[in-house]
């Protein structure tokens, strides 16, 4: 169970991040410094470290929380089980589950759908942060979802 104290201040950041100044930017993605996001992950999770390398050598500034309830946060953010991976950020008012390339993240700031966010379910083998060195990632589906759990395609790498 989550403390009073971790919890306000965690919702209050939650706020911050996908209200402001990350809205700012996907407002205006033609800002002079990378795109802030936060991400949530566990603190011995090598893959996640591979994703946050990915997404920051493609423009982004991840402001990392290691998180050892990923569950509860997940709960928390109404991340149906369906789609859930091993971490979360927020950007621009959107989730993003799991190993989403930077390129989506991109899209979903400059078209604004309406939807909760993004994932990649699961941990596929060949997606960004999962891929071998010098592999490019590929045969993965990123998808978008709603709180009621409901999906659709939104690529195909």
């Known amino acids: 169970m989550m403390q009073r104290r971790g919890f306000v201040l965690r919702m209050a950041g939650l706020a911050a991040a996908g209200l402001t100044s990350c809205r ?3 407002e205006f ?5 990378p795109t802030p996001i936060t991400v949530y992950k566990s603190s011995t999770c090598g893959c996640c470290t591979k994703w946050v390398d990915h997404i920051r050598e493609n423009g982004f500034a ?4 290691d998180e050892e309830e990923m569950d509860g946060l997940k709960d928390e953010l ?19 589950e799991g190993h989403v390339p930077a390129a989506d993240i991109r899209r979903l700031l400059a078209e604004r759908p309406k ?13 960004p942060g999962m891929a071998p060195p010098g592999e490019k990632p590929r045969d993965y589906e990123v998808i978008s979802f709603l709180p009621d759990g409901s999906t659709k395609l939104f690529a195909r790498h």
């Open 24 to 26: 700012l930017w996907a």
């Open 29 to 33: 993605p033609g800002g002079s410094g």
């Open 62 to 65: 991840p402001e990392i929380h």
């Open 78 to 96: 109404n991340v149906p089980r369906a789609v859930r991976s091993c971490h979360t950020a927020l950007i621009g008012g959107y989730l993003i």
């Open 115 to 127: 939807t909760a966010g993004l994932a990649v379910p699961g941990m596929p083998p060949l997606t």
